[in-house]
């Protein structure tokens, strides 16, 4: 009787073993499973992200480009309507490069 007990003992044991083994084999299986589903949650998500923020970048270039062109054309316009004498400019320019002008 005492080598039965044991024995179902030992039997008890090893389905006990096994039902672990079959656990984590499972539990493993799971994790595996969960890790690439993340991971393709994260590329997915990563990918959206990039896209959405590369897009946003070229709107700020496109725009600062445009603030650029503006600014550029209204000092070319503004250059433009000055209305410059050559003649005195010339001589003040010679009296300057003389050295016989009188600053200040």
Same mark, same amino acid.
């Given at each position: 009787?005492?080598?039965n007990?044991?024995?179902?003992?030992?039997?008890?044991?090893? @389905?006990?073993?096994?039902l672990?083994? =079959?656990?984590?084999?499972? *539990? &493993?299986?799971?994790? !595996? +499973?969960?890790? @690439?589903?993340?991971?393709?949650?994260? =590329?997915?998500?990563?990918? *959206? &992200?990039?896209?959405? !923020? +590369?897009?946003q970048l070229?709107?700020?270039v496109?725009?600062?480009?445009?603030?650029?062109?503006?600014?550029?054309?209204?000092?070319?316009?503004?250059?433009?309507?000055i209305?410059?004498?050559?003649?005195?400019f010339?001589?003040?320019?010679?009296?300057?490069?003389?050295?016989?002008?009188?600053?200040?």
């Amino acid at each position: 009787m005492v080598k039965n007990t044991l024995e179902h003992l030992l039997g008890i044991e090893a @389905e006990a073993a096994a039902l672990v083994n =079959d656990a984590e084999k499972e *539990a &493993e299986r799971r994790i !595996r +499973e969960n890790d @690439e589903k993340n991971r393709v949650t994260y =590329d997915e998500r990563l990918k *959206a &992200e990039t896209q959405r !923020r +590369e897009a946003q970048l070229e709107t700020e270039v496109n725009q600062l480009k445009k603030e650029y062109q503006q600014t550029l054309d209204n000092y070319r316009d503004e250059i433009s309507r000055i209305n410059v004498n050559q003649q005195e400019f010339s001589v003040l320019l010679n009296t300057y490069l003389s050295g016989n002008a009188d600053v200040d």
